[in-house]
T-cell receptor
Framework: GNSVTQMEGPVTLSEEAFLTINCTYT??????LFWYVQYPGEGLQLLLK?????DKGSNKGFEATYRKETTSFHLEKGSVQVSDSAVYFC????????????FGRGTSLIVHP | NAGVTQTPKFQVLKTGQSMTLQCAQD?????MYWYRQDPGMGLRLIYY???????DKGEVPNGYNVSRLNKREFSLRLESAAPSQTSVYFC??????????????FGSGTRLTVV
């Protein structure tokens, strides 16, 4: 079956530091890949996505590249802010069937001033 | 504002009581979903509705029922609440019908405590 593995958190950084949150996946075919962000007390929000190999998704300074050869979709940001503190979820949607996504367990990011 | 609206936002139930969580979306999405989120467990799919008139079980359907009332509304019912159903419940919708490239739009959640 499909699976998504994220690095365990929490990830603790100082403001303006470089962020990487690792995500690898197992799936057949060519799934679509997503990152969602959840701020405290809120639902998940779609942050970025990529639907085919070598695509780069980007939004709000965050980026992730769909790497088919390494089955990875790592999230990066060059300079984090305190307001980026949240839980980040990697997810995939299969390329066929019912398109039900598989979510990773989430990685908590804490950014200190 | 367009999106997914869930009610109520908070609820406390006694063991054995019943309740219905309401969800409505105004984006004309075909597919709707109910998830629960528990610490350390991530998101787990309870039920989903791929299109109006259809519903299917997800990963953890026991103790729940759903109704896709129309294209906009998808409700989740707990017939006899148990402490193990204490959780945060999220409704989501998606245009996913011919492609997996659409993301989800989530509601803000219902925080349910069963005592």
């Amino acid at each position: 079956g499909n699976s998504v593995t994220q690095m365990e958190g929490p990830v603790t950084l100082s403001e303006e530091a470089f962020l990487t949150i690792n995500c690898t996946y197992t799936a057949t075919g060519y799934p679509s890949l997503f990152w969602y962000v959840q701020y405290p007390g809120e639902g998940l929000q779609l942050l970025l996505k990529a639907t085919k190999a070598d695509d780069k998704g980007s939004n709000k300074g965050f980026e992730a590249t769909y790497r088919k050869e390494t089955t990875s979709f790592h999230l990066e940001k060059g300079s984090v802010q305190v307001s980026d503190s949240a839980v980040y979820f990697c997810a995939l949607t299969p390329s066929g069937g019912s398109y039900i996504p598989t979510f990773g367990r989430g990685t908590s990011l804490i950014v200190h001033p | 504002n367009a999106g997914v609206t869930q009610t109520p936002k908070f609820q406390v139930l006694k063991t054995g009581q019943s309740m219905t969580l309401q969800c409505a979306q105004d984006m004309n999405h075909n597919s709707m979903y109910w998830y629960r989120q528990d610490p350390g467990m991530g998101l787990r799919l309870i039920y989903y509705s791929a299109s109006e008139g259809t519903t299917d079980k997800g990963e953890v359907p026991n103790g729940y029922n759903v109704s896709r009332l129309n294209k906009r509304e998808f409700s989740l019912r707990l017939e006899s609440a148990a402490p193990s159903q204490t959780s945060v419940y999220f409704c989501a919708s998606s245009e996913a019908r011919t492609s997996g490239g659409y993301g989800y739009t989530f509601g803000s959640g219902t925080r349910l405590t069963v005592v």
